[in-house]
């Protein structure tokens, strides 16, 4: 059964103090791991999505990279402005074009 | 460009009514998806549409109903509304390939009492 795990659930920052979320993954047939930022209230919003072993993506202070089994996000130098929960997703051979997620972690940014 | 849209944003029904959820998008995306989040159990697929014309049940489709009206818009439907149907739901949209990303609505928070 595809399934996918998030830790920590929750963490707490001080600004600038970087740090990783990490998503591991059990799932046949890996055709893309996803990550989405959700604020509260919100629709989860896209970040990243990853394809092989290796791959890595950079978007402003946020660096995802995906081994056979786990992905992390990396958060460099956080700002109170990047406080959300994030989620982690995949899709793989059995679910079809849906996709499996994590329960997320939250993440707070105090300055 | 609105991407994809939701209606009601909140509603509140009684135990036993029945309502639809509404979603559109303007993306001429192929597939669409119906999730359902709850607290501690993350976002949960209810049913989805991989093309006009076609429906699928997903992990938790007890309770509802669904219709890709045509390739813009996909409806859920509560036929006799429970408390255990309580949640936000969110409707997403894709071109419908394997590695393609999902774009998410807003999201409806439904409460039953």
């Known amino acids: 059964e595809d399934q996918v795990t998030q830790s920590p659930e929750a963490l707490r920052l001080q600004e600038g103090e970087s740090s990783s979320l990490n998503c591991s993954y059990t799932?046949?047939?890996?055709?893309?791991l996803f990550w989405y930022r959700q604020d509260p209230g919100k629709g989860p919003e896209f970040l990243f999505t990853?394809?092989?072993a290796g791959e890595e993506k950079e978007k402003e202070r946020l660096k995802a990279t995906l081994t056979k089994k786990e992905s992390f996000l990396h958060i460099t130098a956080p700002k109170p402005e990047d406080s959300a929960t994030y989620l982690c997703?995949?899709?793989?051979?059995?679910?079809?074009?849906?996709?499996?997620f994590g329960k997320g972690t939250t993440l707070s940014v105090s300055s | 460009n609105a991407g994809v849209t939701q209606t009601p944003k909140f509603q509140v029904l009684k135990t036993g009514q029945s309502m639809t959820l509404q979603c559109a998008q303007d993306?001429?995306?192929?597939?669409m998806y119906w999730y359902r989040q709850d607290p501690g159990m993350g976002l949960r697929l209810i049913y989805y549409s991989a093309s006009e014309g076609t429906t699928d049940k997903g992990e938790v489709p007890n309770g509802y109903n669904v219709s890709r009206l045509n390739k813009r818009e996909f409806s859920l439907r509560l036929e006799s509304a429970a408390p255990s149907q309580t949640s936000v739901y969110f409707c997403a949209s894709d071109r419908g390939i394997y590695t393609d990303t999902q774009y998410f609505g807003p999201g409806t928070r439904l409460t039953v009492l």
């Open positions: 799932v046949s047939g890996l055709r893309g």
């Open positions: 993306m001429n995306h192929n597939s």
């Open positions: 990853l394809y092989s």
């Open positions: 997703a995949v899709k793989g051979d059995q679910a079809g074009t849906a996709l499996i």
